[in-house]
């Protein structure tokens, strides 16, 4: 078997075992959340088909929604919202039972007169949906990752059994895997923090729109945040470097071949 196909079969592979890993956490520590309870503080990890809670352990009665423990992403909502944050998108890990996602935003409608039209039919006001399009955007990126994952290992199969040099595109395409998730991360990042108080939040005075800790550690208000790589992201990082040899020495190898 030739080498390259060896290089590309091995980060196909990889390609799909880092879809079901988790690729980044972050957390949130604080004096009142002791580390007694929450060991990691207030963690959530990323999947590229969601955002999932990330807490083990002994947590809070009260947060306990399993014997697994907590559910920290409910609590970073909670966090984030007394600072005027939207809630975090999930993906696919979004409650089925609820008619809309968590982080979707309601306001009522409003007459000529800036009073609340009601519904004859139920004698409520009447809600429209005034949730931001970035985050639908972002939520269906998460929730259609499986056909993304699906077309990335077809472009791997392509350069995989066809041969020929100008094919390296359809490595390239799924190589570049752990930067898509960066730059969507860093963008995200940014409209969450540059977007505060727009739907009852903001308890907190003094929080001015700022860019969340990347990579590293961070300080918002009294918690101390962190954000670093999981897993899954330095797996998709040798799928990078697989799919950059087997270009390279497909490249080498067919040059080879077209000398004899």
Same mark, same amino acid.
């Given at each position: 078997m030739k080498k390259y196909k060896i290089f590309a079969g091995i980060g196909i592979i990889l390609l799909v075992v880092s879809y079901f890993t988790p690729i980044w956490w972050v957390a949130l520590q604080s004096i009142q959340y002791p580390k007694t309870m929450y060991p990691d503080g207030i963690r959530i990890e990323f999947k590229y088909n969601g955002v999932y809670n990330g807490c083990v352990g002994e947590e809070r009665e009260e947060l306990a929604a399993s014997q697994a423990g907590a559910d920290c992403l409910v609590e970073m909502n909670a966090i984030n919202h007394f600072i005027g944050m939207y809630k975090i998108t999930q993906g696919r890990n979004n409650d089925a039972s609820r008619e809309y996602p968590v982080y979707y935003v309601f306001d009522t409608e409003k007459d000529a007169n800036g009073d609340d039209v009601i519904d004859p039919a139920t004698?409520? +006001? #009447?809600?429209?949906? %005034?949730?931001?399009?970035?985050?639908?955007?972002?939520?269906?990126?998460?929730? !259609? *990752? =499986?056909?993304? &994952? #699906?077309?990335?290992?077809? &472009?791997?199969?392509?350069?995989?059994?066809? +041969?020929?040099? #100008?094919?390296?595109?359809?490595?390239?395409? =799924?190589?570049?895997?752990? /930067?898509?998730?960066?730059?969507? !991360?860093?963008?995200?990042?940014?409209? !969450?923090?540059?977007?505060?108080?727009?739907?009852?939040?903001?308890?907190? $005075?003094?929080?001015?729109? &700022?860019? =969340?800790? #990347? /990579?590293? $550690?961070?300080?918002?208000?009294?918690? %101390?945040?962190? *954000?670093?790589? !999981?897993?899954? &992201?330095f797996i998709t990082l040798a799928v990078f470097i697989l799919f950059v040899l087997a270009v390279l020495v497909k490249r080498k190898e067919l040059k080879e071949l077209s000398a004899k």
């Open positions: 004698g409520k +006001p #009447v809600k429209i949906d %005034v949730t931001p399009g970035f985050l639908k955007f972002l939520d269906g990126l998460m929730i !259609y *990752s =499986p056909f993304l &994952f #699906v077309l990335m290992a077809v &472009f791997g199969l392509i350069f995989l059994f066809t +041969p020929k040099k #100008v094919n390296a595109l359809f490595a390239l395409l =799924p190589a570049l895997l752990p /930067f898509y998730f960066l730059v969507m !991360y860093m963008i995200g990042l940014y409209w !969450y923090g540059h977007h505060l108080g727009l739907h009852g939040g903001g308890a907190f $005075e003094g929080i001015n729109e &700022f860019m =969340p800790t #990347v /990579f590293g $550690e961070g300080k918002v208000a009294q918690f %101390v945040t962190m *954000s670093y790589p !999981y897993l899954g &992201f």
